[in-house]
């Protein structure tokens, strides 16, 4: 049986740093586009996983120094490559244990009608 611990277990084993679990009922009365409910109809939990950027990269680029080197390294390996594999492994390990799972990387550019 899978388990809240067993999933965060691999989701760490795998590279994330913070594991997050959460009723998808929380979604009910949303615009249909944000409603998880209209990707994967039999969905009961969203689970939200975070990867830390490097705090040095991070803070020079606040001070104007090694911004290229922040969104390669900070952005472009997390958000494009590391972040996609990990997801494709979590997927795996869902659905090897008889659940769907339906993968959904940030989209920082995504935006609906209304968004400010």
């Known amino acids: ?14 590279g994330a740093d913070l594991v997050g679990f959460g009723d998808v009922a929380r979604f009910a009365g949303v615009e249909p586009q944000r409603d998880p409910l209209q990707i994967l109809p039999s969905a009961r939990s969203i689970l ?6 490097p705090r040095a990269l ?3 680029a606040g001070r104007g120094w090694q911004f290229m080197n922040l ?6 390996v997390i958000d494009e490559e590391l972040s996609e594999i ?6 795996r390990l869902i659905e ?17 009608k209304g968004d400010a």
């Open 1 to 14: 049986m899978l388990t809240r611990e067993i999933i965060r277990q691999k989701a760490l084993e795998y």
């Open 48 to 53: 939200g996983f975070a990867f830390r950027q």
């Open 58 to 60: 991070f803070e020079a």
């Open 71 to 76: 969104t390669q390294m900070g952005v472009k």
């Open 86 to 91: 990990f997801l494709l492994k979590m997927a």
């Open 96 to 112: 090897n244990e008889g659940y769907d799972a339906c993968v959904q990387r940030r989209v920082s550019n995504l935006k609906f």
